[in-house]
């Protein structure tokens, strides 16, 4: 459907509706007269068609007495075909001419739309791969319910094996029996031993609980050993920090004494002379010195003492630890021979348990051989019951089944008549659609031969009764094949009724009803997870169709604003001449500036163009040296060629519109005058302030195009040597990213008065968006 909607919106609008490019007047008695020639199309092409020409035939009918819009009809048609006027000159001579309809320009649109036509066949066809990959998968889903039939056919056949191994399991009991009562006279000499065994193990727990209590006495003995041997290294720890703090005593001392004695020394020097007056000071400071020899001394004798006492304590813990070792190597031989005996102890246990093991099992399965026997013998009663029943019921079905193999045998007597006439009615029918090819081939050859003469349609007319008649015939040969179908049909369902009979005689004779139970839930839970599956992929394929139809949708609304542009446009700026003086009191410079942008066309969708902006170039051809109509001629052109712009963007320069002018502020001090473009003004070298202008080349399409169809590059040396490419968000932050240019030009002068180098004006950073 997508696909038919744009060829029908492209045909209607486009391919059917050209003509060759003429105006029409007055109706003349020979035909009508053309008025003028536009230029670009068929007839302008031609260089035969001159305004006041008269068009006395069309082909090979003549126009004398035709209505204007009757000749307009003819002359329109599907662009790019060739229709044959004939014109009668100013002069009298009559000159043919053949006029292909439409323009060249119009084509490049056409190309567009073809690939838009590719585009949406291209989706098509994915979508057409993931419908029959969807087909695939449910194939799939059928072929493996055809494995789960086959798996039910094997579960038959080993219902059948489990018959077998049932009598299998009589002769195992018989056996087992043989092997039950070796097993009891194995289990009374093991008890014997199980006797002996007994009175061992409890003299291995006797001993076991002497060794015991030995080995806890070992441990509180090494506990209270431990214990001693803390307090004795507590005890040498405080020896020697009182050791530590006598030592550091006697230091302190020794060093007091030192400075006393250098004290007396200093006060005998001084006091030489007063010798009576410092005697009792003296006697006094000996007497103090003397108390303190003494201390001393009594400080020594406890270091000496307390020395002793180490070496006492640590001939005490030299011989505790010896002790420790011996009793060590005690207990470690105590728990060896504890280890063995457990192992033993262990040994005797695990053969007890394996002899009580064995008397169990030996026990279950003299049980369990007793239920065997017992319920083999009730399965065998009521097989031997329901083998009777099914017996009756095999000589009762017999008979059903031989009639109904009577009934398949003329069947399939009827249905072999059947196939042969099936086959006899298909080549008749055959037959007659070769017929009906090759009426409709001759249809179409008379109808491209009658356009628009009358005898021609009766002709058509009839070989359409001729047709009809056919039509009916086919219809009739067909309504047979329908009819031997459908006796083909009755006499399978015939057949797939005697099969079922078939089978229900299968399953009363076989037990599968559990197994087929099992087989349906596999079934039901294979089916869930297809069903879910192929509610995915719809969902998926819904998705896709959403987005395909979003897609549409936008390109029919930019084909409809494509097509109603007219074939000759420009990119939607208006522009005007200005007058502008950038130096006070100087001479205007003549400029060609953008007044206002027209929204949804190629120069505002851009957003490269300004209102305010300087036209400088127009396909390489200078605005300076055209007048604005030939400047406006310049940018008009075919819809959808390319026009390329030079800009120059002035910074600082704040625009304001008011009605249909445009007030410019540019805020410069002293400019020197004689200037003709702000460019040139820009690169005096004698100018004390500085102006910074913005140059580049931006190439667009006639009509409405988006940004992705707009080109920008910097013109300038400087703009190339000083900017830098760097990517941002859109003008409003958002995605798609545009591409922004920044530049930095920066124009210096030096005054000619001044020796010294003037200082450099701010750069000013110019952003425009380059999509």
Same mark, same amino acid.
């Given at each position: 459907?997508?696909?038919?909607?744009?060829?029908?919106?492209?045909?209607?609008?486009?391919?059917?509706?050209?003509?060759?490019?003429?105006?029409?007047?007055?109706?003349?008695?020979?035909?009508?007269?053309?008025?003028?020639?536009?230029?670009?199309?068929?007839?302008?092409?031609?260089? /035969?068609f001159?305004?006041?020409?008269?068009?006395?035939?069309?082909g090979?009918?003549l126009?004398?007495?035709?209505?204007?819009?009757?000749?307009? %009809?003819?002359?329109?048609g599907?662009?790019?075909?060739?229709?044959?006027?004939?014109?009668?000159?100013?002069d009298?001579?009559?000159?043919?001419?053949?006029v292909?309809?439409g323009?060249?320009?119009?084509?490049?649109?056409?190309?567009?739309?073809?690939?838009l =036509?590719?585009?949406?066949?291209?989706?098509?066809?994915?979508?057409?791969h993931?419908?029959?990959?969807?087909?695939?998968?449910?194939?799939?889903?059928?072929?493996e319910?055809?494995?789960?039939?086959?798996?039910?056919?094997?579960?038959?056949?080993?219902?059948?094996?489990?018959?077998?191994?049932?009598?299998?399991?009589?002769? /195992?009991?018989?056996?087992?029996?043989?092997?039950?009562? %070796?097993?009891?006279?194995?289990?009374?000499?093991?008890?014997a031993?199980?006797?002996?065994?007994?009175?061992?193990?409890?003299?291995?727990?006797?001993?076991?609980?002497?060794?015991?209590?030995?080995?806890?006495?070992?441990?509180?003995?090494?506990? @209270?050993?431990?214990?001693?041997?803390?307090?004795?290294?507590?005890?040498?720890?405080?020896?020697?920090?009182?050791?530590?703090?006598?030592?550091?005593?006697?230091?302190?001392?020794?060093?007091?004494?030192?400075?006393?004695?250098?004290?007396?020394?200093?006060?005998?020097?001084?006091?030489?002379?007063?010798?009576d007056?410092?005697?009792?000071?003296?006697?006094a400071l000996?007497? %103090?010195?003397?108390?303190?020899?003494?201390?001393?001394?009594?400080?020594? %004798?406890?270091?000496?003492?307390l020395?002793?006492?180490?070496?006492?304590?640590?001939?005490?813990?030299?011989?505790?630890?010896?002790?420790?070792?011996?009793?060590?190597d005690?207990?470690?031989?105590?728990?060896?021979?504890?280890?063995?005996?457990?192992?033993s102890?262990?040994?005797?246990?695990?053969?007890?348990?394996e002899?009580?093991?064995?008397?169990?099992?030996?026990?279950?399965?003299?049980?369990?051989?007793?239920?065997?026997?017992?319920?083999?013998?009730?399965?065998?009663? @009521?097989?031997?019951?329901?083998?009777?029943?099914?017996?009756?019921?095999?000589?009762?079905?017999?008979?059903t089944l031989?009639?109904?193999?009577?009934?398949l045998?003329?069947?399939?007597?009827?249905?072999?008549?059947?196939?042969?006439?099936?086959? @006899?009615?298909?080549?008749?029918g055959?037959?007659?659609?070769?017929?009906?090819?090759?009426?409709?081939?001759?249809?179409?050859?008379?109808?491209?031969?009658?356009?628009?003469?009358?005898a021609?349609?009766?002709?058509?007319r009839?070989?359409?009764?001729?047709h009809? @008649?056919?039509?009916?015939d086919?219809?009739?040969?067909?309504s047979?094949?329908?009819?031997?179908?459908?006796?083909?049909?009755?006499?399978?369902?015939?057949?797939?009724?005697?099969?079922?009979?078939?089978?229900?005689?299968?399953e009363?004779?076989?037990k599968?009803?559990?197994?087929?139970?099992?087989?349906?839930?596999?079934?039901?839970?294979?089916?869930?997870?297809?069903?879910?599956?192929?509610?995915?992929?719809?969902?998926?394929?819904?998705?896709?169709?959403?987005?395909?139809?979003?897609?549409?949708?936008?390109?029919?609304?930019?084909?409809?604003?494509?097509?109603?542009?007219?074939?000759?446009?420009?990119?939607?700026?208006?522009?005007?001449?200005?007058?502008?003086?950038?130096?006070?009191?100087?001479?205007?410079?003549?400029?060609?500036?953008?007044?206002?942008?027209t929204?949804?066309?190629?120069?505002?969708?851009?957003?490269?163009?300004?209102v305010?902006?300087?036209?400088?170039?127009?396909?390489?051809?200078?605005?300076?040296?055209?007048?604005?109509?030939?400047?406006?001629?310049?940018?008009?052109?075919p819809?959808?060629?390319?026009?390329?712009?030079?800009?120059?963007?002035?910074?600082?320069?704040?625009?304001?519109?008011?009605?249909?002018?445009?007030?410019?502020?540019?805020?410069?001090?002293?400019?020197?005058?004689?200037?003709s473009?702000?460019?040139?003004?820009?690169?005096?070298?004698?100018?004390?302030?500085?102006?910074?202008?913005?140059?580049?080349?931006?190439t667009?399409?006639?009509?409405?195009?988006?940004?992705?169809?707009?080109?920008?590059?910097?013109?300038e040396?400087?703009v190339?040597?000083?900017?830098?490419?760097?990517?941002?968000?859109?003008?409003?932050?958002?995605?798609?990213?545009?591409?922004?240019?920044?530049?930095?030009?920066?124009?210096?002068?030096?005054?000619?008065?001044?020796?010294?180098?003037?200082?450099?004006?701010?750069?000013v =950073?110019s952003?425009?968006?380059?999509?």
């Open positions: 459907m997508v696909k038919a909607t744009m060829i029908a919106i492209a045909d209607a609008t486009g391919a059917t509706n050209h003509g060759i490019g003429i105006v029409l007047g007055n109706e003349e008695q020979n035909g009508v007269r053309v008025v003028a020639v536009q230029p670009g199309q068929g007839a302008w092409a031609t260089n /035969a001159q305004p006041g020409d008269v068009i006395t035939k069309i090979d009918l126009c004398a007495g035709m209505s204007i819009t009757s000749i307009e %009809k003819l002359l329109r599907v662009a790019g075909t060739v229709v044959k006027v004939t014109l009668m000159k100013k009298g001579m009559e000159v043919s001419a053949s292909t309809r323009s060249s320009h119009y084509w490049q649109g056409a190309q567009e739309r073809d690939d =036509k590719n585009k949406l066949n291209a989706v098509i066809a994915d979508k057409e993931e419908q029959s990959e969807s087909h695939l998968q449910l194939q799939k889903v059928k072929h319910l055809e494995s789960m039939k086959l798996v039910k056919d094997k579960a038959e056949e080993s219902l059948r094996s489990e018959v077998g191994a049932h009598n299998n399991t009589k002769k /195992a009991l018989d056996d087992a029996r043989a092997s039950l009562s %070796k097993a009891e006279g194995t289990i009374k000499a093991q008890e031993i199980i006797k002996s065994n007994a009175k061992i193990h409890e003299d291995l727990k006797a001993d076991l609980m002497k060794l015991r209590e030995a080995n806890d006495l070992l441990q509180q003995k090494l506990i @209270t050993q431990e214990k001693s041997r803390e307090q004795a290294e507590t005890r040498e720890k405080r020896a020697q920090d009182a050791l530590l703090a006598e030592v550091e005593k006697t230091k302190s001392l020794d060093k007091r004494r030192q400075e006393l004695e250098k004290d007396v020394v200093d006060l005998r020097n001084k006091f030489s002379a007063q010798g007056l410092v005697k009792p000071e003296l006697d000996k007497a %103090k010195l003397q108390e303190k020899e003494k201390s001393h001394e009594n400080a020594k %004798k406890n270091i000496e003492e020395q002793k006492e180490l070496k006492d304590l640590s001939a005490k813990h030299s011989l505790n630890t010896a002790e420790y070792k011996s009793l060590m005690k207990n470690a031989a105590l728990n060896q021979e504890i280890m063995s005996l457990k192992e102890h262990e040994k005797i246990t695990r053969e007890l348990n002899v009580k093991d064995l008397k169990s099992k030996a026990c279950n399965e003299r049980d369990l051989v007793k239920a065997k026997h017992a319920s083999n013998e009730s399965e065998l009663k @009521t097989m031997k019951d329901k083998f009777a029943e099914t017996s009756k019921k095999l000589q009762s079905q017999s008979a031989q009639e109904t193999s009577q009934s045998v003329k069947a399939q007597g009827d249905l072999k008549g059947a196939q042969t006439s099936l086959q @006899t009615w298909q080549k008749r055959e037959e007659a659609e070769k017929k009906l090819s090759k009426l409709q081939a001759d249809m179409q050859a008379k109808t491209l031969e009658a356009n628009a003469l009358e021609e349609n009766k002709e058509l009839k070989l359409k009764e001729k009809e @008649t056919l039509s009916r086919v219809s009739n040969i067909r047979d094949c329908t009819k031997a179908k459908q006796l083909k049909e009755d006499a399978e369902v015939k057949c797939t009724r005697a099969m079922a009979t078939h089978d229900k005689l299968k009363d004779l076989e599968v009803i559990s197994e087929r139970n099992d087989l349906m839930k596999k079934f039901t839970s294979v089916e869930q997870t297809m069903t879910s599956k192929i509610a995915e992929l719809l969902r998926d394929h819904k998705e896709k169709l959403w987005e395909l139809n979003q897609l549409n949708l936008s390109l029919e609304a930019d084909l409809k604003r494509y097509l109603e542009l007219p074939d000759e446009c420009g990119v939607g700026m208006r522009i005007d001449e200005i007058m502008k003086s950038y130096v006070p009191n100087g001479p205007a410079v003549r400029q060609i500036r953008v007044m206002a942008l929204p949804g066309l190629s120069a505002d969708m851009s957003g490269a163009i300004r305010g902006d300087i036209l400088v170039e127009v396909n390489g051809v200078k605005c300076q040296d055209q007048s604005l109509t030939e400047v406006r001629e310049l940018i008009m052109g819809r959808g060629t390319r026009v390329t712009f030079k800009i120059e963007r002035i910074e600082g320069e704040k625009i304001s519109i008011s009605g249909s002018e445009l007030n410019i502020d540019l805020s410069l001090q002293s400019l020197q005058s004689g200037t473009t702000p460019s040139e003004l820009a690169s005096k070298s004698n100018s004390s302030p500085s102006l910074r202008a913005l140059i580049f080349t931006a667009l399409k006639r009509g409405s195009w988006g940004p992705h169809h707009c080109l920008i590059s910097p013109e040396q400087d190339i040597a000083r900017g830098g490419w760097t990517h941002f968000l859109g003008p409003d932050g958002g995605a798609p990213t545009a591409l922004y240019y920044t530049a930095q030009v920066e124009l210096e002068a030096t005054n000619a008065s001044k020796s010294s180098r003037a200082e450099p004006a701010a750069g =950073k952003l425009f968006p380059f999509f």
